[in-house]
């Protein structure tokens, strides 16, 4: 396949007459620079010739974080995340039920709600609607709000209307279980979706056995993206995936829970008495845990949101002495953060939570948001970044992803902390993988900030096969 009259960004080629020769070279990601290209030798049907009329080609993109399951099923869910009060949320379900009511035995599920900066407090009085079970997912996904209905269908106490961290999960898993023909259904379309946008590959944090999952689609045939799927503790087993677009991917662990639940583990107590947060484990236990993955073969990835938290990921991998990940960071002590780079561990990020939790943040960590999403302190200790969604909790499109890192604003709002914004180059070497067979041709300059939220993508290309584009399947 020939890409005629392109532009090739990320230090994709070394050099366009080695590249004329055969396969294109990948060289170091994080060299950042654009030539003009008249004929480039790509992987694909032979003798086929595409003329990009100047357009940018970059590396594929990576999601570095996402629970996609829950992804595809949140394009199906009602969209609470504009209520800016329990009473409202409320409401917005009340409407919706008046169209669509759910089909008997099934609990209606909303999601998107966060309730940090409400006027008043979730309770199930709000939620009741006759014999209709309800229950709204938070934005974070770390707290489950239920009515009563739902409750008795579910065979669980009054009290239990209002959950959080573990006991949300396990019944958001049960709430929200469907079929796998069904489920795997949906994650085609949300494959296709992300491929659009140009995505060529995830790191899948799916809580329900991502690899099994993965395993039956790639059996089934599907070829759409590269799947780094994690593994928990609860998986019992690692099935065997022919396909080369498939990797075991890390062992994922939780420290503490989520800012906009409070259970974030911090240094600093809470505002109003709420405490410095929720550790997952009594002392010494994360370690052990880490220990049994390490055990296993596997590379740590160590979920931690508060200060207190991260320090105590990075004690454990200062033990452990192995490399690996920590999900979010998204406070750090200054002390703390040259201890990455030290210990080799990545800092893998979501920077449209800084977006979404910006006045959060400035209520609940006063004083100390000058280090929350520290994206440019990282980087200048040295610390190498991945980015990512967290997608349902954030939109699973890296461009979105990098936008908020490098402008740190949306919506017309001036910049938040603009001195911890990265670069574009920055971003984008955080958001791909140099692989000659995975591309992404965009049409508009990646390297400006203004165009990246909103970034025409004009196709996707996945070991040799557009994904996306008009000649994709």
Known sequence: MILRNGRFLGGLLKDVRESRAGTPTPIDSRTSFSIPVSDVSVPGPAGLVVDLEGRWVLPGLWDHHVHFGQWAMAARRLDVSSATSAAQAASLVRDALADTPPEPGVVFLASGFRDGLWPDVPSPE???????????????????????????????????????????????????????????????????????????????????????????RFAGGFSGLRVRAAVYPHTSALPEVASPLYEVGPYKLFTDGSLNTRTAWCFDDYPGGGGQGLPTYAPGGLLAAAREGVARGLTPAIHAIGDRAVTEALDVFAQLRVPGSIEHVQLIRDADLPRLAALGVRASVQPEHAMDDRDVADRYWSGRTGRAFAYRSLLDAGAELSLGSDAPVAPLDPWITMAAAVTRSRDGRDPWHPEQSISPEAALAASTHVQADDLVIVDADPLDPDNLRDMPVHATMVAGTWTHGPDAA
């Open 126 to 216: 709000l939620l009741e609607f006759g014999d209709i079970p309800v229950a709204l997912l938070s934005g974070d996904v770390h707290c489950l709000w239920t009515n009563r209905a739902a409750l008795r269908m579910l065979g669980r106490p009054d009290g239990d209307w209002l959950l959080r961290e573990q006991a949300a999960f396990d019944l958001t898993r049960r709430i929200t279980e469907v079929s796998p023909d069904v489920l795997d259904r949906w994650a085609l379309d949300a494959a296709r979706a992300a491929a659009a946008r140009g995505v060529t590959g995830i790191v899948d944090f799916e809580m329900e056995d991502a690899p099994g999952s993965w395993a039956r």
